[in-house]
């Protein structure tokens, strides 16, 4: 992870982590299956994180499958800085796609998530997150989701970012998101925070 020093006279109790990068693209293995799709991401991290700059959310245009059937361009930034006084709690992006159906209404169309790299180095990093649909667990209400084309939706998709908080749950994935992300961190090593990119030898 790329490191930069501390300006004099800046607390040490805290480093900053500074994410850029873009929400590139949905691909669908046999096309998608709603038309004029957009997407929204929400940004998690623990108690003790706290965003500094940039959108904790934000929605993409609408868009469009063009020349091949199975992607869909967003190209949508993302450029956040956080702090935080130690790793817990590790930032996360919750990505919620939504288009409409064959009565041209809209529903969700899956949920991703993505855990900002923890070495971004010198390049980007492309991360392919699956993309999951809930369905019902009972067959008269997936009957009726079946004739309507409406999915179910989560009230709150944070959730996600809590392993314990959504057991249980039926659903099925179709397609993924393609993310590009880069992060650079800022006094961790002041804190004694080793990301895993010192060579063996320099251990000893």
Same mark, same amino acid.
């Given at each position: 992870?790329?490191? *930069?020093? #501390?300006?004099?006279?800046?607390?040490?109790?805290?480093?900053?982590? /500074?994410?850029?990068?873009?929400?590139?693209?949905?691909?669908?293995?046999?096309?998608?299956?709603?038309?004029?799709?957009?997407?929204?991401?929400?940004?998690? %991290?623990?108690?003790?994180?706290?965003?500094?700059?940039?959108?904790? !959310? %934000? &929605? /993409?245009?609408?868009?469009?499958?063009?020349?091949? @059937?199975?992607? &869909?361009?967003?190209?949508? $930034?993302?450029?956040?800085?956080?702090?935080?006084?130690?790793? @817990?709690?590790?930032?996360?992006?919750?990505?919620?796609?939504?288009?409409?159906?064959?009565?041209?209404?809209? /529903?969700?169309?899956? @949920?991703?998530?993505? +855990?900002? $790299?923890?070495?971004?180095?010198?390049?980007?990093?492309?991360?392919?997150? $699956?993309?999951?649909?809930?369905?019902?667990?009972?067959?008269? !209400?997936?009957?009726?989701?079946?004739?309507?084309?409406?999915? $179910?939706?989560?009230?709150?998709? =944070?959730?996600? !970012?809590?392993?314990? =908080?959504? =057991?249980?749950?039926?659903?099925?994935?179709?397609?993924? *998101?393609?993310?590009? #992300?880069?992060?650079?961190?800022?006094? !961790?090593?002041?804190?004694?925070?080793?990301?895993?990119?010192?060579? &063996?030898?320099?251990? +000893?």
């Amino acid at each position: 992870m790329l490191e *930069l020093q #501390l300006t004099s006279g800046e607390s040490e109790s805290f480093f900053h982590l /500074t994410v850029t990068g873009q929400l590139e693209s949905a691909h669908f293995p046999m096309g998608p299956d709603g038309d004029g799709l957009f997407c929204r991401y929400d940004i998690v %991290a623990g108690p003790d994180w706290e965003l500094m700059s940039g959108l904790s !959310s %934000a &929605v /993409t245009q609408s868009a469009r499958t063009d020349s091949d @059937y199975r992607t &869909v361009v967003f190209n949508m $930034p993302i450029e956040f800085t956080m702090k935080s006084t130690n790793p @817990y709690g590790w930032p996360q992006i919750i990505f919620s796609l939504y288009g409409a159906n064959m009565w041209n209404v809209e /529903t969700n169309r899956g @949920y991703a998530r993505v +855990f900002c $790299p923890l070495s971004g180095t010198d390049s980007e990093r492309v991360l392919r997150a $699956p993309l999951f649909i809930l369905k019902y667990a009972n067959a008269c !209400s997936a009957a009726m989701s079946w004739i309507t084309g409406v999915n $179910p939706e989560m009230r709150d998709p =944070k959730i996600l !970012s809590d392993g314990s =908080k959504h =057991k249980g749950l039926s659903s099925e994935t179709y397609g993924e *998101l393609v993310v590009r #992300l880069q992060t650079i961190s800022r006094g !961790s090593s002041r804190m004694a925070l080793d990301w895993g990119q010192t060579m &063996v030898d320099d251990k +000893f």
